[in-house]
């Protein structure tokens, strides 16, 4: 079955600073990756989203995501941090096609950020 | 462009009580879905709507109920609310484009259910 796995449940980082939050996956073909932000009283915005050609992946809001097979990760990063990025981000991980129905989420991230 | 409505946004119910969340999408999206988000365990799917005129069982239906009014809107029923089903549900779509993967899921802003 397949899994996601945010080994991070809550992160403080001060404003300015940089960011990674972790995300490992398990999936048995070729996995479709997402990253989602849930602001505050909010729903689900996509940031990104990677199937294959480089895996480094530049999204929106500054956010970039890496692609390692060999660990089964999709880390998230950010160079520098701002107060509006405070948030909840979740992994997501499914099929390239055929709907979000098999596409499975993790528990998210919540991320504080501080002056 | 109001992308995916969700109505109401909070509601308390007394236990044994029922309701129906309404949701609609003005993106011409074939595919809708209906989550549940609940503190360390992310989300989960109740039930979606691949297409007009079909709707399925997603990881947690139980308690549940759903229509496919149109293709904008797609609702879920309580029957007889319990407090297992205090919790943000969330309402979702999306699109499959011929030749090409699943596109970005556009979500509402939540209703925030509780049963008391």
């Known amino acids: 079955a397949q899994s996601v796995t945010q080994p991070d449940i809550h992160i403080t980082v001060s404003e300015g600073a940089s960011l990674e939050l972790r995300c490992n996956y398990s999936?048995?073909?070729?996995?479709?990756l997402f990253w989602y932000v849930q602001s505050p009283g909010q729903g689900l915005q996509l940031l990104l989203k990677?199937?294959?050609?480089?895996?480094l992946v530049q999204g929106i809001k500054g956010f970039e995501a890496e692609f390692k097979r060999s660990q089964s990760s999709f880390n998230l990063r950010k160079p520098s941090v701002h107060w509006s990025d405070a948030a909840e981000y979740f992994c997501a991980v499914g099929p390239y096609s055929g709907g979000y129905q098999k596409v499975t989420f993790g528990t998210g991230t919540k991320l504080q950020v501080i002056p | 462009n109001a992308g995916v409505t969700q109505t109401p946004k909070f509601q308390v119910l007394k236990t044994g009580q029922s309701m129906t969340l309404q949701c609609a999408q003005d993106?011409?999206?074939?595919?809708m879905y209906w989550y549940r988000q609940d503190p360390g365990m992310g989300l989960r799917l109740i039930y979606y709507s691949a297409s007009e005129g079909t709707t399925d069982k997603g990881e947690v239906p139980n308690g549940y109920n759903v229509s496919r009014l149109n293709k904008r809107e797609f609702s879920l029923r309580l029957e007889s609310a319990a407090p297992s089903q205090t919790s943000v549900y969330f309402c979702?779509?999306?699109?499959?484009?011929?030749?090409?993967?699943?596109?970005?899921?556009?979500f509402g802003q939540g209703t925030r259910l509780t049963v008391v």
């Open positions: 990677y199937f294959s050609g480089d895996t």
């Open positions: 979702a779509s999306s699109d499959i484009l011929r030749g090409s993967g699943n596109t970005e899921a556009f």
């Open positions: 999936y048995g073909a070729t996995p479709y």
């Open positions: 993106m011409n999206h074939n595919s």
